[in-house]
C-alpha cells in the first residue's frame, strides 16, 4: 500500500458524515453564501444562530419562522459560547480571519467560506434523494466544479431514487426481523440491491408493485 506523501497531506480532507442534529451552529454573516449555510445546517435538524448586522430575505424568513436565531450586531466573543460548530461568512477577510482563529483557540468546528484551507472541513455540494446523500468536494478549489458534478449526478440519480432508498431501508429491517442467519440476510439484500426491476417500477410510479416484487424475491430467496 503506497503511503500518501507527507507533503501533500494539508491538501487532504477526510470524507465524513457528521452528524449535528441538536447542535447549537453559528453562522457569521448575512449574504448569499451566509444563506446557503444556513439552509444545508437546517436540513441537518442544526439550531441554527446567524450573527449579522444584515441578512437576506431568505434568512429573515426563517427568523419569522422561528427556524432561526439572528443576532443582528457585529461578531463578538461572546457569541461563541456554547457553539459547538462555526461558519465564518462575511464579505470582510479580516473578519472571517478573526472569527476562525477565535473558534480554533476553543477547540470550535469552524468552515472559512472564503478562505477554505484556514478551517477545518469544507461544505461539499450536496445532492439529496431522500436518505440517499451525495457529496462533491474539490477541497475549496473550485465550487464552481463540485456544483457542476453535483447537476451531472442529479440527472444519473433521478427522484426515484428517494423511494428507491426508502424500500430498501423497508425491506432491510423486513429481513433483519425475519431472517436470522447472517449470510442469508447478507444474500437477500444483495439479491435486492441487484435487481434494476425495483428502480425501473419506482421509476414508472409503480411503488406498491416494486414492493410486491421485492417481498416476493424474499420469498423466492428463502426456500
Not at 419562522?65 to 457569541?79: T, Y
Request: with cysteine; proline share 5%.
Amino acid at each position: 500500500m503506497t503511503k500518501p506523501d507527507p507533503g501533500k497531506l494539508m491538501s487532504l480532507y477526510l470524507p465524513i458524515a457528521l452528524k449535528v442534529n441538536g447542535w447549537r451552529c453559528l453562522v457569521v454573516g448575512g449574504g448569499e453564501v451566509a444563506a446557503r449555510r444556513v439552509e444545508t445546517l437546517l436540513e441537518a435538524g442544526a439550531e441554527v444562530v446567524v450573527v449579522a448586522p444584515q441578512v437576506l430575505p431568505a434568512i429573515s424568513k426563517w427568523v419569522e419562522q422561528g427556524q432561526v436565531e439572528h443576532i443582528p450586531s457585529e461578531f463578538q466573543e461572546i457569541h461563541l459560547n456554547n457553539i459547538k460548530l462555526l461558519i465564518s461568512a462575511t464579505n470582510q477577510p479580516e473578519v472571517n480571519q478573526r472569527v476562525t482563529e477565535l473558534a480554533h483557540e476553543r477547540g470550535i468546528l469552524v468552515n472559512d467560506a472564503e478562505t477554505p484551507e484556514r478551517g477545518d472541513f469544507v461544505v461539499p455540494s450536496v445532492l439529496r434523494r431522500g436518505d440517499l446523500t451525495i457529496t462533491v468536494n474539490t477541497g475549496g478549489s473550485s465550487p464552481g466544479l463540485a456544483r457542476k458534478v453535483r447537476d451531472i449526478l442529479a440527472e444519473q440519480f433521478g427522484p426515484e431514487w428517494d423511494p428507491y432508498v426508502a424500500l430498501l431501508g423497508e425491506i432491510r429491517e423486513h429481513v433483519l426481523n425475519n431472517v436470522s442467519e447472517a449470510g442469508r440476510r447478507k444474500k437477500i439484500l444483495a439479491a435486492l440491491v441487484s435487481d434494476d426491476t425495483l428502480l425501473n417500477l419506482l421509476r414508472e410510479g409503480r411503488d406498491e408493485d416494486a414492493r410486491t416484487r421485492a417481498l416476493s424475491c424474499i420469498s423466492l430467496l428463502l426456500d
